[in-house]
């Protein structure tokens, strides 16, 4: 797979996020209404597509278990798929809960409250110091912070051979401050110019954008994109679908998907490759 620009995801790629992000969601779903969905029933959504951050993970997580409680009585499995039938997103998760439970639906969003659902989860993934440094403000919920339960998930080695051999871009879903704080915590330095966040892209993933302009920004030919989601790779064939330039996807199974079963989804969502860890992704471009 020759390349001459690499653009890396951060969750599930450069750091491990199962014990903060997705735990962030289900602690953020109990706290606010005493007792949540589990784990499980994450990977379901971003399988979907459409949920490029988990705020909006959470926020149709809450709903979902609002409406298990109103008699919606699909298993997160199904609730996944009914929501990829939908369109993905928080629109097909309305879609699919107000095609299932009609008039009720709407009382039943209003006691949603995505404000406060982001104020929640973003004090437990933060904890109360970062909350105050950069949210501003009292955090809803005094804690030390998830954030801090982000194992390295790629080597010094790996990020050396990148950074000599590529122009390396990072392309996340994460805010911009959250994003720093993962970077520095693995060693990687990327230059403003070559970064692409929440803050400074609003429609997210799987739309190709911010991957077609990182690719002008490094006067690209071959962009190889790696992430952990179906809609990482969805964007890397998304984005060669409007423009000239070669993309390859390239699925990483350190996040929510895993083994046969994730490669055999990478590879229907398009996948160029796919490989065990982002250590694996030199000796593929090599």
């Known amino acids: 797979m020759e390349v001459d620009t690499v653009v890396l995801d951060v969750d599930g790629v450069l750091v491990d996020v199962a014990d903060s992000y997705r735990r962030a969601v289900v602690e953020t779903v109990a706290r606010r209404h005493g007792g949540g969905p589990p784990r499980a029933a994450i990977q379901p959504l971003k399988n979907a597509g459409g949920f490029n951050n988990d705020w909006l993970v959470t926020d149709a997580l809450t709903l ?31 879609a699919t809960l107000s095609a299932a439970l009609g008039a009720d639906y709407p009382g039943l ?68 401050a959250e994003a720093e704080i993962a970077l520095d915590r693995v060693g990687l330095d990327v230059p403003d110019r070559r970064r692409f966040t929440m803050d400074d892209w609003e429609a997210g993933k799987p739309d190709p954008d911010a991957l077609v302009t990182l690719a002008e920004r490094t006067d690209a030919d071959r962009v190889a994109f790696a992430g952990d989601t179906l809609d990482d790779v969805r964007t890397a064939v998304n984005a060669e679908r409007v423009d000239d330039r070669t993309y390859h996807g390239v699925g990483v ?30 000796d593929l471009l090599a």
């Open 109 to 176: 969003r209003d006691r949603w409250e995505p404000d406060a659902v982001r104020a929640t989860f973003q004090a437990i993934y933060l904890g109360a110091e970062l909350y105050r440094e950069i949210e501003g403000g009292t955090p809803p919920a005094e804690t030390d912070g998830l954030i801090h339960d982000e194992p390295v998930l790629v080597s010094q080695a790996t990020i050396q051979r990148l950074t000599d051999d590529y122009p390396v871009c990072v392309l996340t879903g994460r805010p911009a």
């Open 64 to 94: 979902y278990t609002l409406a298990r409680r109103a008699g919606y009585d699909a298993d997160p499995d199904a609730f996944g798929a009914a929501v990829a039938d939908a369109g993905g997103g928080l629109d097909g998760v309305h």
């Open 253 to 282: 199974l350190t996040g929510g998907l895993t083994g046969e079963t994730g490669r055999e989804a990478f590879a229907d969502a398009g996948a160029a490759s796919v490989v065990d860890a982002v250590d694996d992704l030199p």
